[in-house]
């Protein structure tokens, strides 16, 4: 897996600190938070809940909420500083270049307009997205409208919605939510989005319909050349989708690598910790290995590295300093005092 | 436990300002009848009349030449009673009506159905018409009150009860032998009264001005009885020449109406454990 | 299989009357349960798979006697259920006992884990005073690995693995015969469901229980179970030994539930998506077999007659007009308009 800077990196988030105001007091959620993606590039940012991952995600497209400020180091998308931007720049910035899905796509959906209504709002509102008109030609704004309602429908194929002109017409509470999710996959793409980020988009969905949306996401890595940013607790869709892995514990990445490497030969001792509490089934028996204790609370958390109460291999020195990110191979980085005399 | 709600009154100095103001209304309230003697309320002078805010009289006096100040004073004792009793009266009998309402379905259509009534007339209008046969003492109007203010916590607790007799951990409970009897009075019920005793605080101000609304409009108890919302109904003719008449009974109103809204906020938030952390 | 019948279930059906809008003409009925047959034997984990709608946890209150089916009968160690009585009652309850699936709304938000403890020790009959009913309740809560000091702490205070702990205590401490899990590691981060999961595998062996799962994370099923069924629109579709059944799947729906679990390993093949569409409502049931809308491999039998669940190995049962069939042929590709 090529490391080197061929593909331009789509964005470049490095030593990200966010506070979070809880109980009176700012307490620090995300520390030397550092990321990269490259154009057609798959990441997948896992963690457990309260790993800061879907923090993360947020602050790059300034969805962070009302109670978190970011304190320190810098997000660029392509190229451009994205914490300097004011609101209006952040609006076109999230309209055009990323692409934020969540969760839950009833909550996203408009539950008044059609779906084909909300898709092709996207083509009306920046006409620049469809086909230039012939020239000499100006289009009026009923063709202009058709066009727009039939690109929705082109995309909505491309997602995969069986029938996609009747399903166009229909309102958002009336589509499943494996559809409704397929929507807004459509949306996002719509956009024609430098990156598109997907927290944990198929979470609550069936594990079946989980299996369709994982599949098409895979296709649309081939045929499109998406650059996604995936946040899943999921080892085995990271497993599937990712090219690079960044695993997130207590607020910060404490290992970053290829998605081969990483299942291979992790490094860090919560990263391999968590690979080995999945259970996985070797021949006819199921393995796994849980990880004792839990992680600790935003507002007090441990002194040095975050994870050396739960540490099988704890040195004195965890107690005290937090370990830096270091690269111990080509693209792989971790956060580990284990690892400080072998960092290249 | 004591010393823990000290700690988070000192922590939110609204609600501790508000539990201040309101403890001074209220001590004044309780002192004032033994202080100042009932008579103050006949003593009419029409020498003395509209005089404007002095040494001699702090607050200035009213179209009869009374004393402003110790008719605010009375007035607070009264209103204080009154209001208080008419709230917790329509707490209990809303709060069991409602309880009652959530629990037996039988009973539910027939009670929803009289609460509709209740609510469906403008509250002004129903008390005027219990206070036009029962007569307009202070204690009629306070019953016409009661009446007016009820169907709203009996539908707040219904409400309550119906949504908590679902939540999963009635089910739990359930399959752990707790039986329904239990169930209600150690489970149900404590975890629905705050919500709905949550809206008690403000409803006292509310009571007030409703009060003050109809002696505003000749419901109210007359010129002999000191209550604030008729020494601001009856200020309202003055209110150009002689604006204390309005002002300080108005404060009053406002200030006890604010002070309990920021408590009873307060409260909420300090009783309900899942809110705590 | 000489172990004792703990469980009996015999076509028992559970249907909802669905509330009719002005829309509709004749009221609807979900069919939540449909006609479900299954035994649970001592010592024996029966684990129940399936997704949204399939009606497992339907069957799980209807094991709990927190619904009565609306036709057919469960019998619990040789007494129908449906004849237990008020007294009888709290006994049937000390002996079968459920985790729900959501910890933290299985406990009163205002009761410290001291009273949710005790408490269905004295309604249930299993302690007489105070002193060994507290003696009781820390036993449990050690026994599930949590230290005593916890009982002094309300439910928000706790984190999600020790909510779930604490509700497995609960319903152990009254030593009951069958226990049923609901989803007891869905809405639990990775780490604590492998505590969980070690927690209960441990349990099983010390305190000889016999377990019900029920789980749509099929490689949880597959570890803890003995024996699997696997539901789909409130029937079974198919039931085996675990071996068997994850081994060889004979229902083209247990191929592609089995198949869809993403492998946490980069260089296994990718999954298919073998099911297509989404689980069909359970009010409109399509006809023939339930399955046939989402089947890649429905031919126009499947689209006619319901495929009734019966014994095509010892011990192998499936309801499949061409049971094996996802796994000889390959899917036939998807229609794309």
Known sequence: MASGGERPAVLEVRDLGVELGIGGKWVQALHDVSLTIRGGEVLGLVGESGSGKSLTALSIPGLLPGNARVVGGSIRLMGEDVLGLSEPQLNRLRTRSVAFIFQNPTTFLNPVLTVGAQISEIFELSPELLDPPGAGVRPSRRSRRRQAWAKGIEYLRVVRIP??????????????????????????????????????????????????ILSLLSELRRSIGMTLLLITHDMGIVAQLADRVAVMYSGTVVESADVRSLFREARHPYARALLAAVPTIRGDRTIFQAIPGSMPAVSDPPAGCRFHPRCPRVLPHCLAVRPLSLLVGPGHAVACHLYEERAE | MAIAIAGRLWQNKLAAAGLAVFGIIALTGAMAPLVIPASVVRDVTFAAKLTPPSGQHWFGTDDYGRDLFFLVLLAAH???????????????????????????????????????????????????????????????LSIAL???????????????????????????????????????????????????????????????ITLAALSYIGFGPGPYVPEWGSLVAAGQAYIFQAPWLVTFPGAAIFLTSLSLNLVGDWARDVFDPRLRS | MTEPLVLEV??????????????????????????????????????????SGCGKTTVAMLLVKLLAPTAGRITFEGRDLAGITSRAVKEFRRRVQIVFQDPYGSLDPRQTMRSALVEPLFTLGVARDRARALDRAVESVEMVGLDAEILRRLPHELSGGQRQRVVIARALSVAPRLLILDEPTSSVDVSVQAQILSLLADLKRREGLTYLLISH?????????????????????????????????????STALISAIPVPDPEAPTISALARGDVSSPVHMPPGCRYHPRCPFAERVCREIEPPLVELQPGHQAACHFPGVARRSAPVPEPSR
Not at chain 2, 95 to 101: E, R, V
Not at chain 2, 171 to 192: D, E, K, Q, S, Y
């Open chain 3, 217 to 253: 994370n099929l490689v949880v099923v597959r570890y803890m179970s003995d024996v699997v069924a696997v539901m789909y629109l409130g029937k079974i579709v198919e039931m085996a030994e675990s071996a068997a059944l994850f081994g060889a799947p004979l229902h083209p729906y």
């Open chain 1, 163 to 212: 029938d996609p002109e009747r399903i166009a017409r229909q309102y958002p509470f009336e589509l499943s939510g494996g559809m409704q999710q397929r929507a807004v996959i459509a949306m996002a793409l719509a956009r024609k989005p430098h990156l598109v980020i997907a927290d944990e988009i198929t979470t609550a969905l069936d594990v079946t319909v989980q299996a369709q």
């Open chain 2, 78 to 140: 009264l209103d204080l009673r009154t209001a208080l009793f008419v709230v917790l009266a329509a707490l209990a009998i809303g709060i069991c009506l409602g309880a009652l309402a959530g629990f037996v379905k039988r009973l539910d259509e027939p009670l929803m159905r009289i609460t509709d009534v209740f609510l469906s007339i403008p509250s002004l209008v129903l008390a005027m018409a219990i206070a036009s046969v029962l007569g307009r003492s202070i204690e009629n």
């Open chain 3, 10 to 51: 015999e076509r028992v059906v559970k249907h909802f009357p669905v509330r009719r809008h002005l829309l509709e003409r004749r009221p609807g009925r979900v069919r939540a349960v449909d006609g479900v047959d299954f035994q649970v034997r001592a010592g024996r984990t029966f684990g129940l798979v399936g997704e």
């Open chain 2, 146 to 208: 009661v009446f007016v203010s009820w169907p709203i916590y009996c539908r707040l607790m219904r409400g309550q009860v119906l949504t908590e007799k679902e939540k999963p951990y009635v089910r739990a409970l359930t399959t752990l032998g707790v039986g329904r009897v239990r169930m209600i009075f150690r489970h149900i019920i404590p975890n629905t009264l705050f919500p709905v005793i949550a809206r008690a605080p403000a409803d006292v101000g509310l009571i007030l």
